[in-house]
């Protein structure tokens, strides 16, 4: 089905809030649209896309909605009895326990482990209707010492991971910088230098000014073989 | 004698020239600016994001809040800066006339914010409001059932018009001005909001929402027209 969505990421439609985007009984409304009587009426601003009967809206923009098991990079905001408050961008503010921090911590001695403004990569272990719970008990999660940090919309990330990983191996293997995407759109970038670390932001940027374009993986080679360094 | 002639040559039924513009405010979530004329209104969408005071939340649904203001400048007659008497009711009214639309029952306790500045004058700036709100909150991604288009209808001595400048709205013989401002559902037959300033008999008022139905028809195609053309334009 996959290469079915790359076929179609072409020409793929404007949709319009309360636009029409099918009219008969045989089509489902999927994700941003709505059945109204025979049609099928967008309610968000985005491209259509069709997969077998459903109609559904792709979102270009708003806020990042979390889902259990997304990888996350967020800063430190505040810090409670038991825990840290994570701002990771999205409208709710999420939580990390104490006892999900990979060690034993005393709990008036918080501060000295993670402290406010403090990045951190942690996964979604829980979503609540207001809010959710993080967990850094996961190989590879932890505190942020190093590297650089770039933002992009949300809605943009699966275009820079691409087809199971392939956009941002491609740009890790010829940037040789290790990249870490967190779903929230905050990306964690780490080079041996602050050149390449440029170039690898810089590719990221390039996929998400180009993120409508179909046949990406080529541009973006492109991109990189003239921008290489050394 | 009636009023048949225009000032500025328009024919009765038609607006002014109608400029719409997506993502002009690239910190912003979302932001448009929208045109009639010479009054220009910039709108900006920030949030969904958590509601402060905390007494102001609903644990049902999110809150719009919406914040108007005319920038000094924008009038012949420096404007007082800061809010209001009537800064503070119009921001009201563009919630009530933007809030039918929205839905915002997946983000309950948040906000979102539109603040809406008019950087230049010439009468139906709230409509010019309305109408660039409307786009910046699409562009925000905010859920929406609907586009909401807004109009003003003016009643000159007897005759009705589109879309009245401030000369239209100071005209004195006859029965004098009488403005309508109102606010359409793009794709189907509600009004989310209708103000009336001044005298009309009933039959009018039917007559002036049915030319108002009409003239929003036009504006709407330049909102979608502008949607359109800002993805259009990141494809290239």
């Not at chain 1, 006892?99 to 942690?122: F, Q, R, T």
């Not at chain 2, 103000?195 to 929003?216: F, H, M, N, V, Y």
């Amino acid at each position: 089905m996959d290469e079915e969505k790359e076929k179609n990421e072409g020409k793929r439609q404007v949709a319009i809030p309360g636009e029409i985007i099918k009219t008969g009984k045989e089509y489902l409304p999927g994700d941003g649209a709505r059945r109204d009587g025979e049609n099928i009426v967008a309610c968000r601003f985005g491209l259509q896309d069709e997969y077998g009967r459903f109609l559904r809206v792709i979102p270009l923009s708003g806020p990042y909605i979390p889902r259990k098991g997304n990888l996350v990079i967020g800063k430190v905001a505040d810090i409670s009895f038991n825990g840290w408050i994570i701002d990771v961008g999205s409208p709710y503010t999420s939580f990390l326990m104490l006892n999900e921090y990979p060690k034993y911590i005393e709990s008036d001695d918080l501060e000295s482990y993670l402290a406010i403004g403090d990045l951190v990569l942690c996964k979604i272990h829980r979503t609540k209707r207001k809010g959710m719970d993080l967990t850094m008990k996961e190989r590879g999660l932890g505190k942020i010492e190093d590297g650089m940090i770039t933002t992009i919309n949300s809605n943009k990330v699966p275009r820079v991971i691409g087809k199971e990983g392939s956009m941002v191996k491609l740009i890790k293997d010829s940037t040789q910088c290790d990249i870490t995407v967190g779903q929230n759109g905050v990306i964690w970038i780490k080079g041996s230098s602050v050149e390449h670390e440029l170039y690898a932001r810089g590719a990221i940027n390039f996929v998400v000014e180009r993120s409508y374009l179909s046949g990406l993986t080529e541009e973006v080679k492109k991109y990189l073989e003239q921008n290489k360094i050394e | 004698m009636a009023y048949t002639k225009r000032p500025d040559g328009r024919k009765l039924d038609e607006a002014r020239n109608m400029t719409a513009e997506i993502g002009v405010i690239p910190n912003a979530d979302g932001s448009a600016k929208f045109s009639f004329g010479d009054t220009i209104a910039i709108a900006a969408v920030y949030g969904p994001k958590t509601m402060h005071p905390q007494h102001k939340q609903n644990p049902q649904r999110g809150v719009l809040r919406c914040t108007y203001d005319m920038l000094s400048f924008s009038v012949t007659e420096r404007k007082r800066p800061g809010p209001s008497r009537r800064s503070q009711e119009i921001s009201k009214i563009i919630e009530w006339s933007l809030s039918p639309v929205l839905d915002l029952e997946e983000f309950p306790n948040t906000v979102v914010d539109v603040h809406i500045m008019i950087t230049q004058a010439n009468a139906s700036t709230r409509c010019a409001a309305i109408n660039a709100a409307a786009l910046a909150l699409a562009q925000a991604g905010i859920p929406m059932k609907d586009l909401v288009t807004s109009v003003s209808i003016g009643k000159l001595d007897k005759t009705l018009v589109v879309d009245v400048t401030k000369e239209e709205e100071d005209y004195k013989e006859g029965e004098g001005a009488t403005d309508i401002a109102m606010t359409l559902m793009s794709n189907n037959d509600e009004i989310t909001s209708l103000q009336l300033d001044g005298k009309i008999p009933p039959q009018a008022l039917k007559e002036a929402i049915r030319l108002g139905r009409a003239a929003t028809k036009k504006i709407h195609e330049v909102q979608v027209g502008a949607l359109k053309a800002y993805i259009e334009e990141n494809k290239k």
